[in-house]
């Protein structure tokens, strides 16, 4: 094969030019990230409020050099219901390409049911995104999922557990004497 200078092809030998490779390596799309924050009504009062979680998330986005670009958050919403409205948000851009990995601040955060937990992390995962959880990269096996499992039945169980202590505290006691 011959060139435009007349060379023959066999005689071309590449050199590396190390400015342009050592870019070019460098040069790895960029990961566009989501983060998904909630609180319910309850909670406000907690550690875990909307800001310190918004920190803390965008904290762990740019840490992995990963770009925000999209923001959901239920304010005031309780866990236990699946029709959240950033949340169904979330779900619909999911099956865009508006995003590659989604941040969520902890499991509970995603639901306070292991079964809308189940669901949601499924939907994402089959729709080929990545979730980062509590800060950990989330991994589908079976580890990965029984993690993720025992976390969604203690949020659960939690839950159960301060919603029978708080209607105990409401209920008024009997008197005795």
């Not at 800001?51 to 959901?72: C, D, N, P, T, W």
């Not at 039945?153 to 209607?167: G, I, Q, T, V």
């Amino acid at each position: 094969m011959k060139l435009l200078d007349d060379t023959e092809a066999s005689s071309v030998i590449p050199i590396s030019d190390s400015t342009l490779g050592a870019g070019l390596e460098s040069m790895k799309p960029m990961t566009k990230a989501a983060l998904y924050a909630r609180v319910s009504t309850d909670a406000q009062q907690k550690e875990a409020t909307i800001e310190s979680q918004l920190f803390e998330l965008k904290r762990q986005i740019a840490a992995a050099g990963h770009v925000l670009v999209k923001e959901y958050i239920d304010d005031g919403i309780t866990g236990t219901r699946l029709d959240r409205p950033a949340l169904e948000q979330l779900r619909q851009d999911a099956k865009t390409d508006l995003f590659d990995r989604i941040y969520f601040h902890a499991a509970d955060r995603i639901a306070r049911e292991a079964a809308h937990q189940t669901i949601i992390v499924g939907e994402l995962t089959k729709r080929g995104k990545k979730l980062t959880i509590g800060g950990k990269d989330y991994e589908e096996t079976p580890e990965g999922k029984l993690t993720l499992n025992l976390l969604g039945l203690f949020s659960e169980y939690e839950r159960a557990k301060n919603h029978r202590a708080h209607d105990a505290r409401a209920a008024p006691s009997a008197a005795y004497g």
